[in-house]
């Protein structure tokens, strides 16, 4: 039983048509699902990934309108590292993202509300997990989740969690199908202030036979895990590691095409049966977003 990498890492926004013109008009990636927070339906659930809306490349927004700006700090996810195939990727990000910062080997870049993101020449093995956008170059396109770092004052408290439960080596989670790493920094010196711009949780991918056994394992382990939960696109446990980050387990299925056809992924609101009832008040509470595809 294993984990295969990230799953999906999902943020906070407080502007979602802002957020829509930033993830899909600058940085190219597919919005695959227009649906909601299945645990406030009167706020966005936003998914942004690859043209098949793979686990691995899922960055997904709540958007609570108006939201004060987030500050990450200690026991935060601060930092979302994401792949490209090349130096010359990197020089595409650079002209194209005004006031982003260069490296020998990565580009630094932060959103509109603030949440940092760093662009790494992959050296994985992993199959890139490209989003296609006619204004970028198939060569030049992000291609999925790195990793993440977070701020710890003591991550040595979350070392057998990570390494005996979960399975990491090191900062690294490698499956049979992908890989990826979660680091630590120190934090800063302020208080942590989650908000617009700031990471809610980061998910792990794993088989949708293994959950109840992740369920149990993490049990096990003296973690406050939730009971499997069913959001219908995929099937998750929660629990936070040591360090203070939610983590998320979620499986890689039953997928976005369970409700849409996979052409037309994200280009209307999607919602989960139990949610179905509530279509009309719902489209009138949300806020419009643009469509950038």
């Keep these: 039983m294993q984990l295969e990498g990230i ?4 943020a906070i926004t407080g502007d979602a048509p802002a957020n829509v013109d930033f993830y899909v008009g ?3 990636l597919r919005m695959v699902k227009k649906t909601v927070n299945q645990d406030d339906p009167t706020v966005y659930h936003l998914f942004y990934a690859d043209e098949r809306g793979s686990p691995g490349a899922d960055l997904t927004f709540f958007e609570y309108p108006s939201a004060r700006p987030g500050r990450a700090g200690d026991g935060m996810v601060h930092r979302i590292v994401s792949r ?4 010359a990727a990197l020089d595409f990000w650079e002209a194209r ?3 982003s910062e260069r490296s020998e080997v990565s580009l630094r870049f932060s959103d509109p509300e603030g ?3 760093e662009l790494v020449v992959s050296a994985s093995p992993d199959p890139p ?10 060569q030049f396109a992000l291609q999925g989740f790195e990793g993440v770092r977070a701020f710890a004052s003591n991550p040595s408290n979350s070392r057998p969690l990570l390494a005996d439960t979960l399975g990491f080596e090191g900062d690294q989670l490698r499956g049979d199908l992908r890989g990826g790493h979660y680091s630590y920094d120190a934090p800063p010196a302020v208080d942590p202030i989650p908000g617009a711009g700031t990471v809610h949780h980061v998910a792990f991918a794993s088989y949708i036979d293994d959950l109840d056994a992740w369920q149990q394992r993490v049990a096990a382990a003296g973690a406050q895990v939730t009971p499997v939960i069913d959001r219908f696109y995929f099937r998750s446990i929660y629990f936070r590691e040591p360090s203070g980050v939610l983590f998320e387990i979620a499986t890689m299925g039953p997928g976005f095409g369970a409700d849409e056809d996979p052409e037309h992924l994200g280009e209307r609101l999607s919602l989960p049966p139990k949610f ?3 279509r009309e008040e719902l489209e009138r ?6 469509n950038r595809r």
Excluded: Q, Y
């Design 285 to 290: 509470t949300l806020t419009p977003l643009p």
């Design 97 to 99: 993202l005004e006031g």
């Design 84 to 87: 490209v195939g090349s130096t």
């Design 26 to 28: 600058a940085l190219g």
């Design 115 to 117: 949440l940092d993101h």
């Design 276 to 278: 179905e009832s509530r």
């Design 129 to 138: 997990l490209i989003a296609k956008a006619p204004d970028i170059p198939e």
């Design 7 to 10: 799953h999906h890492i999902t």
